[in-house]
């Protein structure tokens, strides 16, 4: 029987989501549609991109400060704040 991997929860707007300890934030904003991460200055909507803190794509607010999601590991509580998040609704 293989050992039972350890979950972590983290807010994502209103929605709590769980997902493996020493997941990126970028694979909790995954399980939560539309996947999009922020509006751009333009007002197109923005996802994660590259992967490995480039092209900050992946701006949110967590635990109230702008972070890389791609380069930030969930910890059990954490809140992540996206613009997706914060208008909802929003086309």
Do not use: F, K, N, Y
Not at 8 to 18: F, K, S
Not at 21 to 31: D, R, T, Y
Not at 43 to 59: I, K
């Amino acid at each position: 029987m293989s050992p039972a991997i350890p979950m972590v929860e983290v807010q994502l707007g209103e929605a709590w989501v769980r997902v493996p300890a020493g997941s990126s934030a970028v694979a909790a904003l995954a399980q939560q549609p539309p996947g999009r991460t922020r509006l751009s200055v333009t007002g197109q909507w923005r996802a994660p991109l590259c992967g490995m803190g480039v092209c900050h794509e992946c701006r949110v607010l967590i635990d109230g400060r702008e972070r890389l999601a791609c380069q930030t590991i969930c910890e059990d509580g954490m809140h992540i704040a996206t613009s997706t998040a914060q208008s909802a609704g929003a086309a």
